[in-house]
């Protein structure tokens, strides 16, 4: 762990997110503390799993924002936004402080998550992101979801999909049993308008008309689904929210939303992205209403008496964009600098593990896949070998997790981490090597100092990437 990292671990979370007799008491839906409590609890300790409990197969609620940054949530150093409803996540689970997303760009993390492979192994993964009908996640391979479904899942995908349209690409062609949410990169929050100006809400593969603000709808649907009695099977929900991701239109923002509306239907093919709007208050906004909603699905969790048997797991599908705080990591969405790939990452499972814990094990989006398959006890496919590698040893049995290449490639970028040191080659194509324990925002290149370690590292990315399949001309 860096020095930013345990001075973060150990100060500022125990004061953000200190948990207090009265929140204990009130259980995991619990009300936010007050202010005046918020420097009043234990602090976070290094992570120990609780050996030898025992429980059935677990619920699974999988919960992606969409370009949070790393440093986005109170209790990962915000100095602005406060996130109570994660926060308090945390502090009954475990904190990652070194986890990363599969990409560095929306779809290709959402191939990574839903195959549990690198994106590079299949063609839809090589859009940086998906853009139009031509590739998409192949209803052939197997997911998560199809996985756990032949296991005996129930599963749900609400919120966003991205991994490709219709006719040919649906979440319910690829395993889960209902989907409502889009199927785009972004929508704009009222009209439900894509990128091309289509209509993008659907439920499974029929249209559905909502023009209500999209966070309140997906929020309601989600509370719903954990809610549901689905006849004595576990249950797999992956939910997808939008926020913060552009265009900056938080609830309440009907005059804005007009105007972006307006200018898609003029024909202004970029007025989605909104670079004429948003700031850092419109993206608080956006971020702390993401919180709260959050927050509302798990108290329906805690209500449905499920809680205790679900595992929780919160990320980002890549490191955050324009308004993000990212300190001290450099870089943001689409890079593979730190704060390009490097995401808040939370799991909690109260039957199995304890709370206020902190871990500082290097783990990125596919090592989901691997760990949810373990846990539910379901096996990969053998003809498509997972990427990821399971934490279920190390959560549940304490055992150590073994030193290993996290790779990342993008157009024009190249990465590669193992322990504290990460091999980085940028669109200048220089390659550079940075010591992560020491120095986390990727500013003391230690290339000239370490030749033979570089050298290795580079090799190391270079033999997985002659396995993965070359991006088109």
Known sequence: MSSYENKLSRRAFGGAVGVTAATAAVGLGAAPAAAADRDAGPQEREFRAARGRQSKRPNVLFILGDDLGWADLSSYGSPHIETPNLDRLARQGVRFTDAYSGSATCSPTRFSLYTG???????????????????????????????????????????????????????????????????????????????????????????????????????????????????????????????????????????????????????EG?????????????????????????????????????????????????????????????????????????????????????????????????DWTATLLELAGTRPHRAYPLDGVSLAGYLLRGEKVAERNLFWRVRGERALRRGDWKYYRGKSGRDQLFNLAADVREQADKAALEPARLAELRAAWEGVNAGLLPYPA
């Open 270 to 366: 970029r007025a989605l992205w909104h670079q004429d709007g948003g700031s850092v208050e419109k993206y608080k906004e956006m971020v702390e209403d993401l919180d709260r909603s959050i927050g509302e699905v798990l108290r329906a969790l805690d209500r449905s008496g499920q809680a205790r048997d679900t595992i929780v797991v919160f990320s980002s599908d890549n490191g955050g964009e324009r308004f993000s705080y990212n300190w001290p990591l450099s870089g943001n969405k689409a890079s593979l600098q730190e704060g390009g790939i490097r995401v808040p990452n939370i799991v909690r499972w109260p039957a199995r593990l304890d709370g206020g814990q902190v871990s500082s094990v290097p783990v990125f989006s596919p």
């Open 117 to 267: 492979r690198y994106p590079g192994r299949t063609k839809g993964g090589l859009a940086e992101p998906i853009a139009d009908k031509s590739v998409g996640l192949e209803p052939t391979h197997p997911t998560l979801a199809s996985l756990l479904k032949e296991s005996g899942y129930a599963t749900a995908l609400i919120g966003k999909w991205h991994a490709g349209y219709l006719p040919d690409y649906s979440p319910t062609r690829s395993g889960w049993d209902e989907f409502f949410g889009n199927f785009g990169g972004a929508l704009e929050y009222y009209s439900k308008l894509g990128l091309g100006g289509e209509y993008d809400l659907y439920e499974g593969d029929a249209e559905y008309k909502d023009l209500r603000y999209y966070t309140r709808i997906i929020t309601e649907r989600a509370s719903e689904y954990v809610s549901r009695d689905h006849g004595g099977k576990p249950w797999l929900l992956n939910l997808n929210f939008t926020t913060p991701h552009w265009p900056w239109i938080a609830d309440g923002d009907t005059e804005a939303s007009a105007e972006i509306v307006r200018r898609i239907k003029a024909g």
